[in-house]
């Protein structure tokens, strides 16, 4: 419930009239597919406790029949917020003279256009399934939509059938431009290019009377696996991803104007009831395609600033000499992710690097960290990449690249079977002088240059010895062909999961709990993805109870109540959701000279903690710890885009207080690094 809350923040975002109406549209579209993976992988978890039984229950979750029935009601209010916001943003892009037409709202020359588009382009791309002379219901892909039709005859009320066609989103745009007037802009959908073209497909066989509507169903996306350490991990997960595709309905969303006889027809060759989360909703659905609405047609898009150049990295730069004398923060999407494919770039020629090592997650589609890797090999250089098959909905992405790594010759590792390998960091080896000298970075995100540039997050490069040899010991711990725990506790600097960081954090808190103890100051400052894990959530409640200052900088999921009566210092927490996505983890313990600060790529939930492979890296520089001390103070000041984290889930905006300066703490981190950038200069 409090991720539902979190998408409800998201869709808040679509709702805020002062936002672009593009970038209204994009938040409709990130809600709609943070949806369909909320109901893929979480609710799809929630029926199969349903299924364990009682015993089961008791150690997973009390209540997950009731956990549903909250979710399909919040579900189904957050669907009408929705149509409402689509409306109004249908009449802002109205007086913007931009029209979304559907297929009967169209004028001789668009008529034309959208046959001719359809002959050439659609027809060949679709086949029509006429369901009811099929033995069995066909499988109904995930992450597709379908026009479910129905076809009869004005004459012959007997002569009705029913049809499914597969709208071909990704061979074809989603949406398509129209022949318009001069100053307009219309705008047809895939699927009701389809619609028009009805007759086209089927007067042939003797209708004349065709209804189309847009249904679509979300599947579980859980792979079962088989944990067995002999089991070949690749084998398993093509199977999983096979199994995924087929993965039972979890939500089943239609067109509420659907003829009635169709979806009960539906409803039961598809074996769905209402514990299916049968959802009506509009005419469109998928609107995560609304993440690429095409931007063309607007007039006054003010472009986000773009990334610029860290000052000490500015090509021609030898990259190493630099973070050889300093060790330099990115953060990222204000300054360039060009910096980490420069590094990664100038290891792959420099003649004296010996070997790079490095964990990928996500990769962009067209990744030069890849190529770049690839590079490094061909000019003798030992390359380890190890790359997590099990990234989720990135599966089959990493199942191509590894292929591709290895036919370059590169060495590929894809980690152990029961536990993903999450963190992000690289070491590079170097021989100077017969001397070897360590260079690389510990990072809170994906090695991604495309999500990169929206993606809030902390990049440390460095030369410093005691973090890269612990990196190192990482990488001896990922080469084996089995995960050995014992092998991490021979790490000193780096917090490392599954076997250190929940102590180490815990400790952090603690020792806060004893400075307060002693009348000290006491302070403790999270910024995460997530925050659930019950024995750290209780860690901050003793906290609270000693009157030790806290606060939380959390964007999705966040379990702590921060109000109880018996807080000394009762914890404030707020969520940012604004134009690029608060992904980075931060957690500063202590002020002044006591002060200690890390990144991590590990949120604060049992699984990052317990069950996966994750980094996190103390900052020694003190010029870095206050520049990240700065950026989280900025955020804690935020009072435009940031809500307050209740029991209430009632996601409140917090407003500035009178004469307080207005704070959109993302525009204010870019001014803030770019004067810095300036002073330097």
């Given at each position: 419930?409090?991720?539902?809350?979190?998408?409800?923040?998201?869709?808040?975002?679509?709702?805020?009239?002062?936002?672009?109406?593009?970038?209204?549209?994009?938040?409709?579209?990130?809600?709609?597919?943070?949806?369909?993976?909320?109901?893929?992988?979480?609710?799809?978890?929630?029926?199969?406790?349903?299924?364990?039984?009682?015993?089961?229950?008791?150690?997973?979750?009390?209540?997950?029949?009731?956990?549903?029935?909250?979710?399909?009601?919040?579900?189904?209010?957050?669907?009408?917020?929705?149509?409402?916001?689509?409306?109004?943003?249908?009449?802002?892009?109205?007086?913007?003279?931009?029209?979304?037409?559907?297929?009967?709202?169209?004028?001789?020359?668009?008529?034309?256009?959208?046959?001719?588009?359809?002959?050439?382009?659609?027809?060949?791309?679709?086949?029509?399934?006429?369901?009811?002379?099929?033995?069995?219901?066909?499988?109904?892909?995930?992450?597709?939509?379908?026009?479910?039709?129905?076809?009869?005859?004005?004459?012959?009320?007997?002569?009705?059938?029913?049809?499914?066609?597969?709208?071909?989103?990704?061979?074809?745009?989603?949406?398509?431009?129209?022949?318009?007037?001069?100053?307009?802009?219309?705008?047809?959908?895939?699927?009701?290019?389809?619609?028009?073209?009805?007759?086209?497909?089927?007067?042939?066989?003797?209708?004349?009377?065709?209804?189309?509507?847009?249904?679509?169903?979300?599947?579980?996306?859980?792979?079962?696996?088989?944990?067995?350490?002999?089991?070949?991990?690749?084998?398993?997960?093509?199977?999983?991803?096979?199994?995924?595709?087929?993965?039972?309905?979890?939500?089943?969303?239609?067109?509420?104007?659907?003829?009635?006889?169709?979806?009960?027809?539906?409803?039961?060759?598809?074996?769905?009831?209402?514990?299916?989360?049968?959802?009506?909703?509009?005419?469109?659905?998928?609107?995560?395609?609304?993440?690429?609405?095409?931007?063309?047609?607007?007039?006054?898009?003010?472009?986000?600033?773009?990334?610029?150049?860290?000052?000490?990295?500015?090509?021609?730069?030898?990259?190493?000499?630099?973070?050889?004398?300093?060790d330099v923060m990115l953060h990222f999407p204000y300054h360039s992710f060009d910096s980490v494919i420069d590094?990664?770039?100038?290891?792959?020629?420099?003649?004296?690097?010996?070997?790079?090592?490095?964990?990928?997650?996500?990769?962009?589609?067209?990744?030069?960290?890849?190529?770049?890797?690839?590079?490094?090999?061909?000019?003798?250089?030992?390359?380890?990449?190890?790359?997590?098959?099990?990234?989720?909905?990135?599966?089959?992405?990493?199942?191509?690249?590894?292929?591709?790594?290895?036919?370059?010759?590169?060495?590929?590792?894809?980690?152990?079977?029961?536990?993903?390998?999450?963190?992000?960091?690289?070491?590079?080896?170097?021989?100077?002088?017969?001397?070897?000298?360590?260079?690389?970075?510990?990072?809170?995100?994906?090695?991604?240059?495309?999500?990169?540039?929206?993606?809030?997050?902390?990049?440390?490069?460095?030369?410093?010895?005691?973090?890269?040899?612990?990196?190192?010991?990482?990488?001896?711990?990922?080469?084996?062909?089995?995960?050995?725990?014992?092998?991490?506790?021979?790490?000193?600097?780096?917090?490392?999961?599954?076997?250190?960081?929940?102590?180490?954090?815990?400790?952090?808190?603690?020792?806060?709990?004893?400075?307060?103890?002693?009348?000290?100051?006491?302070?403790?400052?999270?910024?995460?993805?997530?925050?659930?894990?019950?024995?750290?959530?209780?860690?901050?409640?003793?906290?609270?109870?000693?009157?030790?200052?806290?606060?939380?900088?959390?964007?999705?999921?966040?379990?702590?109540?921060?109000?109880?009566?018996?807080?000394?210092?009762?914890?404030?927490?707020?969520?940012?959701?604004?134009?690029?996505?608060?992904?980075?983890?931060?957690?500063?313990?202590?002020?002044?000279?006591?002060?200690?600060?890390?990144?991590?790529?590990?949120?604060?939930?049992?699984?990052?903690?317990?069950?996966?492979?994750?980094?996190?890296?103390?900052?020694?520089?003190?010029?870095?710890?206050?520049?990240?001390?700065?950026?989280?103070?900025?955020?804690?000041?935020?009072?435009?885009?940031?809500?307050?984290?209740?029991?209430?889930?009632?996601?409140?905006?917090?407003?500035?207080?009178?004469?307080?300066?207005?704070?959109?703490?993302?525009?204010?981190?870019?001014?803030?690094?770019?004067?810095?950038?300036?002073?330097?200069?």
């Open positions: 419930m409090s991720w539902l809350s979190f998408n409800g923040r998201v869709l808040q975002e679509a709702e805020d009239e002062t936002n672009h109406p593009h970038d209204r549209l994009k938040f409709l579209g990130i809600f709609s597919n943070n949806l369909d993976e909320f109901f893929r992988v979480r609710v799809a978890t929630l029926n199969k406790m349903v299924k364990l039984g009682s015993a089961a229950k008791m150690q997973l979750e009390a209540n997950p029949e009731k956990i549903i029935k909250d979710i399909q009601h919040g579900v189904v209010e957050q669907q009408a917020i929705f149509e409402k916001i689509f409306k109004d943003i249908l009449q802002q892009l109205s007086d913007r003279q931009i029209f979304i037409k559907n297929e009967k709202q169209l004028n001789k020359e668009q008529k034309d256009f959208v046959t001719q588009y359809f002959d050439e382009k659609v027809h060949t791309r679709i086949v029509p399934l006429m369901v009811e002379s099929i033995p069995s219901m066909p499988f109904l892909r995930d992450r597709s939509i379908y026009l479910a039709c129905v076809l009869g005859h004005s004459i012959n009320p007997i002569m009705q059938r029913y049809a499914l066609i597969e709208i071909p989103v990704g061979d074809l745009p989603r949406f398509v431009l129209l022949p318009s007037k001069k100053g307009t802009s219309d705008i047809i959908l895939l699927e009701d290019i389809i619609r028009f073209n009805l007759p086209y497909l089927f007067a042939p066989f003797g209708f004349d009377r065709f209804m189309g509507h847009v249904i679509k169903v979300t599947r579980d996306a859980e792979m079962e696996m088989d944990n067995d350490f002999n089991s070949n991990l690749i084998d398993e997960l093509e199977k999983g991803l096979k199994n995924r595709k087929k993965g039972k309905a979890t939500r089943f969303v239609y067109d509420k104007q659907i003829d009635p006889n169709l979806l009960d027809w539906l409803e039961k060759r598809l074996g769905l009831n209402k514990k299916d989360h049968l959802i009506p909703g509009g005419r469109i659905h998928n609107f995560k395609d609304f993440m690429d609405f095409p931007k063309q047609v607007f007039q006054d898009i003010e472009e986000r600033p773009k990334p610029f150049v860290h000052p000490l990295l500015v090509q021609p730069c030898r990259i190493m000499d630099v973070i050889n004398r300093s590094l990664l770039r100038e290891s792959a020629i420099d003649p004296a690097v010996v070997s790079i090592k490095i964990t990928l997650y996500r990769l962009a589609s067209d990744s030069k960290v890849i190529n770049a890797l690839i590079n490094a090999v061909r000019n003798g250089k030992q390359v380890l990449v190890v790359i997590e098959l099990k990234a989720r909905f990135d599966e089959e992405a990493n199942l191509r690249w590894r292929r591709r790594l290895e036919e370059e010759g590169v060495q590929v590792k894809i980690g152990f079977p029961d536990m993903k390998i999450h963190a992000k960091c690289c070491v590079i080896k170097r021989r100077e002088f017969n001397k070897t000298k360590l260079f690389g970075f510990v990072s809170t995100g994906n090695l991604n240059e495309s999500t990169a540039r929206v993606y809030g997050d902390h990049c440390l490069l460095t030369s410093n010895a005691k973090i890269l040899n612990d990196v190192n010991k990482v990488f001896d711990v990922l080469e084996k062909d089995h995960f050995h725990p014992h092998l991490l506790k021979s790490i000193k600097t780096l917090i490392v999961s599954p076997e250190g960081t929940r102590r180490a954090f815990q400790q952090q808190i603690k020792k806060q709990i004893a400075l307060k103890k002693k009348k000290k100051d006491a302070q403790i400052l999270v910024k995460l993805n997530s925050l659930s894990d019950k024995e750290i959530i209780n860690d901050l409640y003793e906290a609270a109870k000693q009157g030790v200052d806290i606060q939380l900088v959390i964007r999705g999921i966040c379990c702590a109540v921060t109000d109880q009566e018996f807080f000394k210092k009762k914890p404030r927490a707020i969520s940012i959701v604004d134009q690029y996505l608060e992904h980075a983890r931060l957690m500063i313990f202590g002020l002044g000279d006591e002060k200690e600060v890390f990144i991590s790529s590990a949120d604060w939930m049992t699984r990052n903690l317990d069950h996966r492979i994750e980094v996190s890296a103390p900052i020694f520089d003190p010029s870095i710890q206050e520049e990240l001390s700065h950026i989280m103070n900025i955020q804690l000041k935020e009072n435009q885009k940031a809500r307050i984290l209740d029991l209430s889930l009632s996601n409140e905006y917090i407003e500035p207080a009178e004469g307080e300066p207005a704070v959109r703490s993302q525009l204010e981190i870019y001014h803030y690094l770019v004067e810095k950038t300036y002073h330097k200069g």
